[in-house]
């Protein structure tokens, strides 16, 4: 007993949410001609939807037609593609009741009559090889799409994520098994495993150049200023290539590897240190010396190279595990994004920790052999983590050079000055339907302000006769021009964050130098000037879980906001922060003057009897800005940045703090020239007790209250991208 269809065609009802402008079944087929079926497969099988396939010809004639009589053979049946869907999926399945367990695990609502219920049971084997019939090209669509039907095999429906990521294989990714903090976590153990790794080279590379190499101290000034600047320079190079063209996972683990190289050479130059130091053991090698140089420099530029450019990438890519851009429901996934940058920002310091304590030491007190290698084992660790969850991330597609784009904007605005703006932004032109002009991004809406580049969107007499494919570098979309906008929107906000970095390095240069002229002995114990920076990175430690448990969710009782305050708010909060350390340094230094003149030390290069624990208050108001500051500023250049060019935007981010490095020391050099006039001493003298530091804490106090007011200016004056 077997069916064979009473008509020539059979026929899927149409969904329960048909697509607009749909108004005939969701497919119809010839029998015969079922091999351009690959036509029809979109409106065939369509995620979240529910189709009900009829079988039988007991149904009424009204219903779409019947689809497969109880008369003849399986042949139709064997080349149904959506019954070739569940051939594909429901194998090994249990029966329920009398129905076949291909067919009750389906989400699908069968139709049938009695004998296609025994044709059903006899022809088993058949309904395996419904693949009989299908064309190559229907076939390898089925094959790709396994996951989805693995879900609708339990009648779920597939939710993907609202911001255009995919999985690995470039499928849209699932929100519920991609993702989320399974996958940044990944993500953040490859952060504290590679700063550890660059933290315990930067900390102790002067000792090493110095005891090791033998280079003077200006030599090693000399060599350590290039290697960190281009360290920093690595990131936006390496943000670029992600968001341009090879996308932040390829990038960071091009990178990654890199930087093992690197610190496989660094290991090597530490053995080249043992054979010249115990030739008996390698007699071959020759000029140890020069071959130790050469190998060393080179893996320290390869480590430089590698963790830079994949720095903004690992960061940027994590937040990326995190959908905010779907609906209301996505509550919980903004406020875990959030939560992702504090605990990022929050195992650094716990790395940096653990390199300026544990690695330090061990490069001290066992050799640099052990350091290097264990700071490898770290890279190491860090880059398995990161391919470890490769099957669980969420994937940007990169957007093309963002370079260009703002090129064409600038251009095109240029060209089109002297003509006038619609009054309805809607004439401006865009891209018709859900696609955005940029890869990997969404659509943008029109903004006020910035009008001038609004004259890149506008569309000609000329340029409507080819809509389809105008010429970007003659008419540009709104969203390439909003793109363009939000970045000259970000550059006062990012301005002000260069003084605040100002600041912050202020705990490795005039706060060391206070230091070391106070009494730093407690009991019988001598504490270190540089050692007290560890009040920083502990109270970091100690305030991310604080901001975390307790402020946040005070906050949001007063706000409303699942974050508790915004980006901009907190970083505000670290401004004001760091306004009060500077301020708390100067009274310190004052009082500590004061109690020089009052000894009768001022003229004596000698630390005053005041302890150095006057000190913490200073480090400990900085740290609490690193906390809303720091990292409110990443949260914020990654959520207002267009979405093509977040890890740009990441690294622009981290650039403030190298230019807050060239401000402070253009700010020390500028100092001495105006404070030493008419015999009067220098602020900042060889003998600190002569000088007057506090002057110039006074100064950077200022400086940063004025900086919180021009910041304040522009927060509230920010206006906030817009998606569709």
């Given amino acids: 007993m077997g069916v064979t269809a009473v008509q020539s065609e059979w026929c899927v009802m149409e969904s329960r949410r048909p697509r607009t402008g749909w108004n005939k079944p969701v497919a119809v087929h010839e029998a015969d001609g079922i091999r351009d079926c690959e036509k029809h497969l979109d409106q065939m099988w369509s995620i979240g939807q529910r189709e009900e396939v009829l079988v039988g010809c007991c149904h009424p004639p009204q219903l779409p037609g019947e689809v497969i009589s109880s008369e003849g053979g399986i042949n139709l049946l064997q080349q149904a593609p959506t ?14 009741g009398s129905v076949h367990p291909l067919f009750d695990a389906m989400p699908l ?76 976590s990944l993500t953040i153990v490859c952060s504290f495993c590679l700063y550890l790794a660059i933290s315990s080279i930067s900390k102790n590379l002067v000792s090493y150049l110095t005891k090791v190499l033998h280079e003077t101290n200006v030599a090693a000034a000399r060599n350590v200023s290039p290697w960190q600047g281009t360290t920093f320079l690595a990131h936006l190079v390496g943000a670029f290539i992600a968001d341009s063209y090879l996308g932040k996972y390829w990038t960071a683990l091009i990178f990654v590897t890199i930087f093992i190289i690197g610190m496989m050479l660094l290991v090597l130059s530490a053995v080249s240190l043992s054979i010249s130091t115990n030739p008996q053991v390698w007699p071959a090698w020759t000029d140890t010396v020069s071959s130790q140089h050469t190998i060393f420099f080179f893996g320290l530029y390869m480590v430089a190279i590698g963790y830079g450019r994949q720095n903004p990438c690992v960061t940027s890519f994590g937040a990326d595990q995190f959908d905010d851009l779907t609906d209301d429901t996505d509550e919980e996934e903004r406020t875990k994004k959030s939560s992702f940058f504090n605990w990022h920002h929050f195992t650094l310091n716990a790395g940096a920790l653990i390199s300026g304590t544990i690695i330090v030491w061990i490069q001290d007190h066992e050799g640099w052999l052990w350091g290097f290698s264990i700071a490898a084992l770290f890279v190491a660790l860090g880059l398995g983590s990161f391919v470890l969850g490769s099957s669980l991330y969420r994937f940007q597609k990169p957007g093309g050079s963002p370079f260009v784009r703002m090129c064409q904007v600038i251009v095109v605005a240029t060209l089109n000055f002297d003509k006038d703006l619609p009054c309805d932004c809607s004439l401006l032109y865009e891209i018709q339907g859900q696609g955005s002009a940029i890869e990997g991004s969404r659509k943008l809406e029109h903004t006020t302000g910035l009008e001038f580049f609004d004259k890149a969107a506008i569309v000609t007499s000329t340029d409507c006769e080819s809509v389809g494919l105008l010429n970007t570098w003659k008419v540009c979309a709104v969203t390439q021009v909003e ?6 929107r970000m550059l006062p906000i990012w301005a002000t964050m260069v003084l605040f970095t100002t600041v912050l390095v202020q705990m490795f240069s005039t706060f060391i130098e206070q230091g070391m002229v106070m009494d730093k002995h407690i009991g019988s114990f001598a504490i270190p000037a540089a050692s007290f920076q560890s009040v920083d990175v502990i109270t970091v430690l100690a305030l991310v879980p604080v901001y975390e448990r307790i402020l946040v969710p005070v906050f949001r009782k007063f706000t409303g906001m699942a974050n508790g305050i915004t980006p901009l708010q907190r970083m505000g909060v670290g401004l004001f922060f760091s306004t009060l350390s500077m301020v708390s340094a100067a009274m310190v230094e004052s009082n500590r003057l004061q109690i020089l003149q009052d000894k009768g030390l001022v003229d004596q290069n000698v630390a005053a009897p005041m302890s150095i624990l006057w000190q913490g208050p200073q480090y400990f108001l900085i740290g609490a800005g690193e906390v809303f500051s720091l990292i409110g500023s990443n949260e914020f250049f990654y959520e207002e940045s267009p979405e093509a060019m977040r890890s740009i935007c990441l690294a622009f981010s981290n650039a403030n703090i190298s230019v807050g490095n060239y401000l402070s020391s253009f700010t020390f050099s500028l100092v001495p020239v105006f404070t030493a006039r008419g015999g009067s001493p220098v602020w900042i003298p060889d003998n600190l007790n002569g000088g007057h530091l506090d002057r110039f804490f006074w100064m950077m106090a200022g400086l940063s209250f004025l900086n919180l007011l021009t910041f304040v200016f522009y927060a509230m004056r920010y206006k906030c991208k817009k998606a569709s």
């Fill in 483 to 488: 793109e363009f906008k939000i970045l000259i």
């Fill in 109 to 184: 609502k069968i139709t049938w009559d009695e004998e296609m219920q025994d044709s059903i049971n006899t022809h088993e084997s058949l309904l395996q090889q419904l693949a009989l019939g299908v064309d190559a090209k229907l076939l390898q669509h089925i094959d790709s799409q396994d996951g989805l039907l693995q879900q609708l095999a339990h009648g779920n429906t597939l939710e993907c994520t609202g911001d255009g990521s995919v999985c690995i294989r470039g499928h849209p990714a699932s929100k519920k098994h991609t993702g989320k903090w399974k996958a940044s």
């Fill in 83 to 96: 019954l070739r869907y569940a051939s594909k999926v429901f194998v090994g399945m249990p029966q329920q």
